[in-house]
Nanobody, 124 residues
Framework: QVQLVESGGGSVQAGGSLRLSCAAS????????MAWFRQAPGKEREGVAL????????YYADSVKGRFTISQDNAKNTVYLQMNSLKPEDTAMYYC?????????????????WGQGTQVTVSS
């Protein structure tokens, strides 16, 4: 079955860095849109960064442009999110998602596979 397993979350001070990983299995990794979403308490889940596994094209939310980088290792079916210059407002549960071969979208409803999430906490 489809599995997305995130790792790498933790607690850092503002200005620090973290690298999240998402290991994918159980589906054809190629030609998928892989995404990182986040959800803070009391807020809606929002897209942070997307990568189309076929071309490597990447997309970023305005709030993280220039600070976060999404990348992939096709040989390992793994997607990464490098987060630099972290801010307290980046505090959230971060989720990896795959959309089953569709084009990339910012809508969470187009993603049919989700990981369990990994917590990122940034203190000021």
């Amino acid at each position: 079955q489809v599995q997305l397993v995130e790792s790498g979350g933790g607690s850092v001070q503002a200005g620090g860095s973290l690298r999240l990983s998402c290991a994918a299995s159980g589906f054809t990794y190629a030609s998928n849109c892989m995404a990182w979403f986040r959800q803070a308490p009391g807020k809606e889940r929002e897209g942070v960064a997307l990568i189309y596994t076929g071309s490597g094209a990447t997309y970023y939310a305005d709030s993280v442009k220039g600070r976060f980088t999404i990348s992939q290792d096709n040989a390992k079916n793994t997607v990464y999110l490098q987060m630099n210059s972290l801010k307290p407002e980046d505090t959230a549960m971060y989720y990896c998602a795959a959309n089953g071969g569709r084009l990339c979208s910012w809508s969470q409803y187009t993603y049919n596979s989700w990981g369990q999430g990994t917590q990122v906490t940034v203190s000021s």
